[in-house]
């Protein structure tokens, strides 16, 4: 037994000192590179999110780091993976602080998780920016908490505008993720904009994300006969809901947010997700200069693979950092905070990107509609 | 009236699953006493045996015909059956006379190595993969009613399959044996069973329902991923306690009362986000008020 114990107490030791080698708080990298975190689903259920996101921040950086670094040092991205799921965040957040010195965070795209994570980057006095989550409670944690898109209140309205005006529809079904923040905050406000709008709700259901029978809730909903569904949630269960929703002769639109974009939605929905609607950031079909030669960078790193809006946030997210540490020019925490929250008109793939008081950007949304698997641009609606 | 009976096709056919999982549970139990925790990942293992199985099976059969999903479903059963044994005999044979729960534990612990190993991108990755279509998909509109060729399919399969185990065990001399094991093993080896063929017999026909479960599961829901086990396996087992553990038409009903409770509180606003607790709700108050569950027979500790 004696043996034993002292294997295990070996082994404690070696990871203690693992652990220690390098203290809390070391903010600039060995030499000379500026240590940048970010932590993205690369794997499980939105890993097109994760992939696509860090896809355009590893662009970015490349780019960023050819152009000669910031402060003459170049940018060193260390990517954590966390597997979509509750619990990864804080993990790896932490260690990325603590054992790595990040000076700033990047990630994530669904609210959930970077509600996760910004309260331990608050605390620590780290920057965090995130990409693409579009509850407002991410940068209420905290002041060391940003976003570069629009937010959930804009993106309802928009969506019920675009029920009761485009769709002309009178009765609407809400069909809500109960466990996901993004879509609980998503479909309060769709239907604050949809009912001030005169329209009527004839059914609200919920789901919980992950789950693979839905019959049950649509079968309800179209018993209420409404003229669309709001679906807000992530691909992979929304593709499920097109696809059960055909089945069970529901043949009414279904219309949802930027969860919804992923090429996984007509992989894995066919031809149950045609003609159905959604919004979300940026469109690759309608160019600016800046995002026509952003669409050719990309496809010439990522084997013609066309950026969706996670990617282009995702590049954005991390110009606006590189950004803010030129003007801060320093790689502390305070310093880069200030940066950002001065950051205006700053010019991004996705637009201009001012960030406001709230820490959020300030940006308009475009509506997709999946046509022949592919998704078409409908329209734009300005903040 | 219509939106009723929908929901009745539609319960009927997730618990129709739910029963054909919780019979693997219940066997196993009836043998051995102990709860087999890795079998909803035998489910899952199912399932992706028929996404790697269908293109192949596919090139040799007319494709999306019911001959080539049967084949499909047999062939993934077969190898289900065979994971099933192999986990028996490397895992819990080992451990036969040591305590119950030192097997119990064991078996959370294969669950689990059978879900992270899968979940690694070498293997099948964490990421949804879409199931391809095995059997052609028509609809038939009865009034408002909507059945589908998958749903009637799940109706058919778990019938002619409890037809088919029923018979095993009930009609056959190695049902006879796993009758008597289930009985009294002591006494069943004294009178020449073969103690370890009849346990691994009875893991391989647990775990080929699993896989069969697995097969139908994603006809009926299209994506699958390494971790779909984990919360169907989990109402299974309570759908396997529920109708009296170690008692296999108890096994069925239980399937059955999960899957039409379960989906007639999703159809019920307000009700439906507590849709996944419905299922471990019944739990307690069947624990509660009937123990043994609903064919259950209580028997007296034997001390």
Known sequence: ??????????????????????????TAGNGNTIKVGEYASLTGKEATFGISSHEGTVLAVEQINADGGVLGKKIELLTEDDLS???????????????DGVVAILGEV?????????????????????????????????????RVCFIDPFQGTVMANFASKTLKAKKVAVFTDGKSDYSKGLAKYFKEGFLAGGGQLVAELDFNGGDKDFKAQLTSIKAASPDAVFVPGYYTDVALICIQAKQLGLNVPLFGGDGWESDQLVKIGGN????????????????????????????KRFDGKSPDAMAALG?????????????????????????LAATKDFAGVTGKTTINEKRDATKAAVILQVKDGQFKYLETVEP | MNEFLQQLVNGVSLGAIYALIALGYTMVYGVLRFINFAHGDVFMLGAFAGYYLAPFVNRLLPPQTYLSGAVVMVLAMAICALIGMLIE????????????????????????????????????????HAFPKLIPFTTWQIGGLVLDSSQAIVFVTTVLLLAALTFIVQRTRTGTAMRAVAFNPQAAALMGVNLSSIISFT?????????AGGILFAMNYASIEPLMGVQVGLKAFIAAVVGGIGNLPGAALGGLVIGLLETFAGGIPGLSNYRDGIAFAILIIILLFKPAGLLGKSEAEKV
């Open chain 1, 1 to 26: 037994m004696k043996h034993w114990s002292a294997y295990i107490f070996l082994v404690a030791t070696l990871m203690a000192l693992a652990g220690c080698n390098k203290p809390a708080g070391t």
């Open chain 2, 203 to 211: 893991f391989g026909l647990g775990s080929a329902l699993a896989g």
């Open chain 1, 315 to 339: 590049y954005d997210s991390a110009m606006v950092l590189a950004d803010a540490i030129k003007r801060a020019g320093s790689t502390g925490g305070q310093k880069i905070r200030d940066a």
């Open chain 2, 89 to 128: 005999f490397l895992a819990y044979r080992p451990l036969r006379h040591r305590p119950k729960l030192t097997v119990l534990i064991t078996a959370i612990g294969v669950s689990l190595f059978i879900e992270y190993t899968c979940q690694h991108p070498a293997v099948f990755g964490a990421a949804p």
């Open chain 1, 272 to 299: 149950a997700v045609e003609g159905n609607y959604f919004s979300t950031h940026y469109a690759p079909d309608v160019a600016t200069d800046k995002s026509k030669y952003f669409v050719s960078d990309y496809k």
């Open chain 1, 85 to 99: 799921k509750a619990g990864e965040p804080a993990t790896v957040v932490n260690k990325l602080i603590a054992r």
């Open chain 1, 110 to 146: 669904a609210s959930s998780r970077s509600l996760e994570a910004a309260p331990i980057c608050q605390q620590n006095k780290i920057p965090m920016i995130s990409p693409s989550s579009t509850n407002p409670k991410v940068t209420e944690t905290g002041d060391f908490i940003f």
